[in-house]
Structures are given as structure tokens and as C-alpha cells.
């Protein structure tokens, strides 16, 4: 019999909660990208408030489908999003510095930065949520 020992099976489910994490975070990139570009590209927006609006967009779909799928919550706690939108400002954080940085520098197409951005950010949001949001113990 192949029993895994305390260590491995929480090495496993953090493994499994990241895949997921990483699974709504990428419809997360596709509400993003969608926004951003209706934003920016139709509605003629500065790139950096469009870029915000869109990160809190995603913010939304995320803390949502991580809440049922990822950390398997079924209540839609007010406090929990709070701490969700506030580890998530770190990652816009990150993710609109990086797009800044790659558009005005280095002349990177705005969808190209936005994505590196977000993976960037990808490693705090999921580490922080873990560890804060749902906590340590939610496996």
C-alpha cells in the first residue's frame, strides 16, 4: 500500500489548490484581457485606469470561483473578499507596474505586458490567499 505520509499529502493538496488557483485565474486573465481592451481600445480609456478597472474585474471572478472550487467555501463572506481584494491590490499592484514599466521602457504590445504582469502576480496572490484568506488549515 503507497500511503503518503502527513508532509506529502499536504505537499499534494497545496499542489491540487494551486492547479485550481491557477485554473480560475487564467478565466481570470480572460476577463482581464476582455476588459482591458474595451476599455483601452474601444472606449478610448488612459491604459493605466483601464488596466485597474480590468484587474478588479477579474478580482471578482476570482474571489468567486476560488471560494466554491479552490477552497471549497460555500458562503460568500463580505470579510473574506475584503482580504481577498486587499492581497489582490498587491497583485494589481504588480501587475499595472509591470505593464507600465514594459509598455513606456521597452515598447512591449500592452496585452504581451498585462499577461507577464499577471503572472507575476500570480505567486503573491497565491501564497498570501492560502495563507490569509482561507487560511493555513482549510485543506
Known amino acids: 500500500m503507497n500511503r503518503l505520509n502527513p508532509t506529502q499529502q499536504a505537499i499534494r493538496e497545496t499542489l491540487a489548490k494551486f492547479a485550481k488557483f491557477a485554473i480560475v485565474g487564467f478565466s481570470g486573465v480572460g476577463v482581464n484581457a476582455g476588459f482591458l481592451f474595451v476599455l483601452y481600445e474601444v472606449l478610448r480609456m488612459p491604459l493605466i485606469a483601464a488596466s485597474a478597472i480590468s484587474v478588479e474585474a477579474a478580482i471578482i471572478n476570482n474571489f468567486t470561483l476560488n471560494s ?5 467555501d460555500s ?15 498587491g ?3 504588480i501587475t499595472v507596474m509591470t ?7 521597452s515598447g512591449i ?3 504581451i505586458a498585462n499577461l507577464v504582469g499577471i503572472t507575476l502576480a500570480t505567486i503573491w496572490n497565491f501564497a498570501l490567499n492560502l495563507l490569509w484568506t482561507w487560511g493555513w488549515d482549510r485543506r
Open 68 to 72: 466554491w472550487w479552490t477552497f471549497n
Open 99 to 105: 505593464l507600465h514599466a514594459l509598455v513606456s521602457n
Open 75 to 89: 458562503e460568500l463572506s463580505v470579510y473574506k473578499f475584503a482580504k481577498f481584494n486587499l492581497v489582490s491590490l
Open 91 to 93: 497583485g494589481m499592484i
Open 109 to 111: 504590445y500592452y496585452q
